[in-house]
């Protein structure tokens, strides 16, 4: 067994642990987990996510929890503000860089931090899983998102699928992109 599929095998204790859940041992900071991942493993993380979604509720059935993945979100957000043809036409046309401007303001960091938190309900939910963060890029940054949903989430716990790198203070995305910005948020599985 690889020390990665070693890593992998301590999420589901991690997830259900009560320290997480209560949001015990935090400091009073907002109970915010990265699980960091080298991207060449995503297809063997996104199979491992539908492993936990099943064996989460026979672990602990009282659990409520949500996943939410970042891409999808995107696509039906845009769909529902009948952006979404108009925006894979533009980038036919125009290209990135117009496409970009012309998203900028609908995808604006904030806006799609409300849209998460209608869709996650976390007063409804013990944890929301987070998944799809590099389908989103470049169109959704995650140090935003992840910034703009503190005063959102209340005291439940968000736990992220990242893949990339996470220091303990600053993300890189892929492993490559760096990011200059200063993050704070627990290592769900060091």
């Given at each position: 067994m690889t020390k990665f599929?070693?890593?992998?095998?301590?999420?589901?204790?991690?997830?259900?642990s009560n320290?997480?859940?209560?949001?015990?041992?935090?400091?009073?900071?907002?109970?915010?987990?990265?699980f960091d991942y080298p991207p060449e493993e995503e297809l063997l993380v996104r199979d491992h996510i539908k492993v936990l979604l099943n064996l989460l509720p026979?672990?602990?059935?009282?659990?409520?929890?949500?996943?939410?993945n970042l891409f999808e979100l995107l696509i039906k957000y845009l769909k529902n503000?009948?952006?979404?043809d108009r925006a894979i036409m533009l980038q036919r046309g125009k290209g990135d860089k117009e496409t970009f401007k012309a998203l900028k303001a609908p995808l604006d960091a904030g806006r799609i931090a409300k849209v998460f938190t209608e869709e996650a309900r976390p007063a409804e939910h013990d944890?929301?899983?987070?998944?799809g963060v590099g389908s989103v890029y470049p169109l959704i940054r995650t140090h935003s998102l992840l910034s703009n949903l503190h005063p959102l989430m209340d005291s439940t716990p968000l736990?992220?699928?990242?893949?990339?790198?996470?220091?303990?203070?600053?993300?890189?995305l892929f492993g490559r992109?760096?990011?200059?910005?200063?993050?704070?948020?627990?290592?769900?599985v060091p």
């Open positions: 599929e070693k890593r992998l095998n301590q999420i589901l204790d991690r997830l259900t320290d997480l859940l209560q949001g015990t041992g935090l400091g009073n900071e907002l109970a915010f987990y990265i026979k672990k602990q059935p009282d659990i409520k929890f949500i996943h939410i503000r009948n952006l979404l944890l929301v899983l987070v998944s736990v992220m699928f990242y893949p990339g790198v996470y220091s303990g203070q600053w993300l890189r992109l760096d990011e200059d910005n200063y993050y704070r948020a627990f290592q769900l």
